[in-house]
Structure formats: structure tokens, C-alpha cells
């Protein structure tokens, strides 16, 4: 595929690409909304963090992994199974997401990770490496669908915290 078909395919694939991207943008804030309407979450953050440097110590600066870390230690008594698992697949959805890797962000969705080419009938597994490919591969299987899904699913989650603070 020349250049300019390949721009053009990818251009019809940014405005929902984007759109999942600014959603993980919402639910960021989101968190760090909740950790500073929430003393317990903060508590749990100091905990976490006092050996960190001064510019990741804090819930407005410090890495969202810790973030996410000291709000289910917070809330541990009344977030669920299901609910904790959201968060951590979220976390490495989102990581994965974020920097390009759909291979990853596939394989953690539980998704095909399979591009175009078919060999004996099944669709050959992408490499990470096959960014182009991935991204493409994002849309056709399910992937957008999946990481907005997941992204609802841990508002609701924080939704449900924030009213209590």
C-alpha cells in the first residue's frame, strides 16, 4: 500500500482513536479529582510514596500506578472482585493504549490480536512492532468498543466514591 492510502486509512481511524484517548484524559482527572476530595485516598498515598521524590509524591504529580494503588487500598472494604479487577485492567489498557502499543492493549482486553493476513484459515497474530498494522487491527477487532467499555466501567467506579466525599 502506497503512503497516501495508508495516511488516508489512518485518517479515517483518528476521530474514534482520538475520542477513546480523551475519554482516559476524563477518568485521569477523574482520580486525582477523587484523591483530593479524599483524605483516606491521600493517607494511603503518603504511605506509598514517602520515599519518592518531591515531583511523584503527591496525588496531583506522582505516577498514576500509585494513584490507583492507594485509592484501592482506600476504598478495599468496599470495592468488589469485579470492580478491583476493572482498575488493574484499566491501568494496563490505558498504559498500553496510551503509548501506541494495540498490540498490547488488544492482548489485555482479551482480544484478538490477529491483523489481515490469514494463514490456514486463522488471522496471523500482529507483533508489537506492527503499529500501523495494530491500530488498524484495534478497529476491526472490537478493541475501540472494548476500551471504551472498560473506560465506563471505572467511572462508574470512581462516580461511586466521589458522591461519598
Not at 508489537?128 to 471504551?148: C, F, W, Y
Request: with cysteine.
Amino acid at each position: 500500500m502506497d503512503i497516501s492510502a495508508e495516511i488516508s486509512a489512518f485518517n479515517n481511524l483518528k476521530l474514534q482513536t482520538e475520542e477513546a484517548a480523551g475519554k482516559i484524559l476524563w477518568i485521569e482527572f477523574k482520580i486525582r479529582y477523587l484523591a483530593e476530595r479524599s483524605q483516606k485516598v491521600i493517607d494511603k498515598l503518603n504511605g506509598i510514596t514517602n520515599l519518592k521524590d518531591e515531583d511523584q509524591k503527591y496525588y496531583w504529580n506522582c505516577k498514576l500506578d500509585d494513584l490507583l494503588k492507594a485509592i484501592k487500598n482506600a476504598f478495599q472494604g468496599q470495592l468488589n472482585k469485579e470492580e478491583i479487577n476493572i482498575i488493574n485492567q484499566y491501568q494496563m489498557v490505558r498504559n498500553r493504549y496510551l503509548h501506541s502499543n494495540f498490540v498490547g492493549t488488544l492482548e489485555k482486553l482479551g482480544l484478538s490480536t490477529g491483523g489481515r493476513l490469514i494463514k490456514n484459515g486463522q488471522k496471523v497474530p500482529l507483533e508489537k512492532k506492527e503499529i500501523g498494522e495494530s491500530l488498524k487491527a484495534l478497529h476491526t477487532n472490537d478493541g475501540i468498543r472494548a476500551v471504551k467499555h472498560l473506560i465506563n466501567s471505572v467511572e462508574s467506579v470512581l462516580d461511586k466514591f466521589l458522591k461519598d466525599t
